[in-house]
Each structure stands twice: as C-alpha cells, then as structure tokens.
C-alpha cells in the first residue's frame, strides 16, 4: 500500500472510530472491600495505589485538588441510613486518601465540592453531612477545604477550553481550586443516574460548575455569589443560558433533551478539566438512580472500589461491574434516555471504553461484578 492509498483508507474510517483507537488507556484496580472500617479501607485504597503504579510519581510535591461527592442536601436521607453509606461520598475513604497522599509527598490537599443550595463554608456542609472536618484535616499535613459553588478564597473565575471547541460549550469558567492544582481527582460512587444511566468518575465532575454561573438563580450578566438552586435549567435542560460573562452555548437550537445535553456536557468537562485519578466507591450504594429524589432506589452493598489514572477506563470497567455494557448505544440499558458518556468521552480523545484494551489488576471483573439491574 503506497503512502497516499494508506491516508485515504484512514481517511474512510469514521472519525470516532477513529478517536477511539488513539483514546489512552490507563489500568483500573479493582479491591474488595466488605466495610468502611478504616483499617479495610485503608488497607484496600493502599493496594490499589500500588496497582495503579503508585501515588508518589504523580502527587509528590504537588497540590492535589479531591472532588467528592455530595449530590443533594445532607437532610435528604435514603431509608434513614447515613448519606456516605447511600449516595455520598464515605468520609473515611476521604480520611485514607488523605492519609496516603500525604504519605507520598503531597505538598496541598484541597477538598473541595458545590455544597448544594449555599454559598457557606464547605466544611459546615460537611458537619451537616455527618463528617468530621477537624479529624478529616488531622490525616494530613495542609488540608484545604473549598465550596466550588462561588468564588470562594479567590477574586475571579478562571477559564477552562474544551479542546476540539466542544460539545454543548467551547468553555467553562469555574473555582479557582480546579485550575490553579497540580493534579484533580475525582471521588465518586457506584451509582446510576435517572438522566445518564451511571454517574462514576466522570459525571461526579458535573458538580465543578459553579451554581453562581450556572445554576438556576445564578447571574444575568455577573455571577451570583448567593446561589440557592442547583442547575437543572442552565446545564440539564438549557433552558436558561449561564451569566453572560461566561462562554455561552455553541448551537442554542441543539436539543434540550437533558438525555442529550447532559452526557455531552459530562464529557467536555472531563475533557477541559482532565481527571489525574479516579476513585469509585461500591462498598455501600445505592441503585435505581443517584439521590433519594429519586423514587425506588434499593440500598445495596456490592463491597468493592476502583481506582485508575484514566477516567474513562476506570468508569468502563465500573460499568460492566455493574452488569451493564460499557458500549451500549441510546436505547440500551443503562443508556435507556440518554447518550453514552463512556463513547463520547472515547470520542474526544480522553480514553478507551473497550474493555479488551484496559488492563485490570487487582480482582477481576468476573469476581467484582455486582448486577444493579432489579
């Protein structure tokens, strides 16, 4: 084949087939894990890291920005039990995180997420939650905590591009906590989601958009620095644009399907904003959907976590642990509504979703898997 015959038949090749086989891949641990005791968390997380090739070549002398999760208001409670036990994340896996990126020579540790419905200190929402911020700073040397919704400790957004120009927007401006960082991981839950069938490493990051951009009573024209909604009309149905002095949306004509808009929007973050480690906790969950809003969830135990240094890996694999098939099309369990972020996030370029190219250490998936369909 001569060197034109070669770029012509590259050239036929859809595009996101395209993307797909250059998307990086990364290997994803896998741990059993049967309770929140910290030395069983602690001992598991460890593993892992080793797994992954080890915290310190990434995090030493670093600042590390942690994005945990804590959709909802710490008031809403699934059959009583405590949030880290059914849609948030458990404190003590952020206590051994801590604990292990200290010990691999992490300069700064930020703990940050939009505290939903207020612009108030990230660790009051924390103490709501049922944390202990004050024991969650004694794991570690220079321990931050940052509520992204707002401003916070600094004087201006700071923007972030989606590379290729993006999906729904060509930018984001967000909380100074998730640019000015040396390396962002995103702690998320085994969980499904009623709009985008999961929400893993990847949709966790949904919540770095500020409320007072994007929010329901953000701005008009300047952010609100006293938001009090989520973003259901700006980001989820579009319905209303951020403030003006944000990127606005590429094609206000493209569909206001949330099904539509959400997977996309989850995977230009993931994009703009790249992920450095991505931990998955299935020790506790929930399934059914990610928050008790959701009617008929089911609080379930699969016992196990993940961690990975590509994002989109490490959610693949946590998806067929979930039963489900991580290259499902629209129309297809857990994809029933909506797109698949796993193959547009491939698409972009961030990483594999094909399982028979990402390397799994640890347990395997055949032993880990734990089916979330009733």
Not at 2 to 30: D, G, H, K, N
Not at 260 to 278: D, F, G, Q
Not at 282 to 290: D, F, K, L, M, Y
Not at 338 to 363: K, Y
Request: glycine share 10%; charged share 20%; hydrophobic share 40%.
């Amino acid at each position: 084949m001569t060197r034109r015959e070669a770029l012509a038949a590259f050239a036929s090749i859809p595009l996101v087939a395209r993307m797909a086989r250059a998307a990086p891949t990364a290997p994803v641990a896998i741990a059993k894990c049967s309770s929140y005791g910290a030395g069983d968390v602690l001992n598991a997380m460890s593993a892992m890291c080793d797994q992954i090739g080890g915290l310190g070549r990434i995090v030493a002398n670093k600042t590390v920005t942690v994005k945990v999760n804590l959709t909802g208001a710490p008031s809403q409670r699934i059959n009583g039990l405590a949030p880290g036990r059914t849609h948030y994340t458990h404190p003590q896996t952020v206590m051994a995180l801590c604990h292990l990126l200290d010990r691999a020579g992490a300069r700064r540790i930020r703990i940050v997420e939009g505290a939903f419905g207020t612009n108030g200190r990230l660790e009051d929402f924390l103490l709501d939650s049922g944390w202990n911020p004050r024991a969650l700073a004694a794991t570690a040397k220079n321990v931050e905590f940052e509520n992204t919704n707002v401003l916070g400790k600094d004087k201006r957004y700071l923007r972030v591009k989606v590379p290729g120009g993006g999906l729904i927007f060509p930018a984001w401006d967000l909380n100074h906590s998730y640019v000015e960082t040396d390396v962002f991981i995103s702690m998320a839950k085994l969980k499904n989601h009623a709009t985008c069938g999961v929400t893993l490493s990847m949709k966790n990051c949904f919540g770095i958009t500020p409320a007072s951009i994007y929010g329901d009573d953000a701005g008009v024209d300047e952010p609100n620095e006293n938001p009090t909604e989520g973003r259901g009309n700006s980001c989820h149905a579009g319905s209303r644009g951020p403030s003006k002095s944000a990127p606005q949306e590429l094609n206000p004509s493209s569909p206001r399907d949330p099904g539509y808009r959400m997977p996309r929007i989850t995977a230009e973050l993931a994009s703009a904003r790249p992920i450095h480690i991505s931990f998955i906790d299935g020790v506790e969950t929930v399934a059914g959907g990610e928050g008790p809003w959701v009617g008929k969830l089911r609080p379930i135990a699969p016992g196990v976590m993940l961690m990975g240094t590509n994002p989109v890996a490490t959610d693949t694999v946590a998806t067929a642990i979930m039963g489900y098939n991580p290259r499902a099309r629209k129309g297809e369990a857990p994809f029933r509504d909506c797109d698949n972020t796993l193959l547009l996030a491939e698409s972009l370029g961030v990483g594999t979703a094909d399982l028979n190219r990402i390397e799994v250490a640890g347990v395997p998936i055949s032993k880990a898997r734990f089916p979330f369909a009733s």
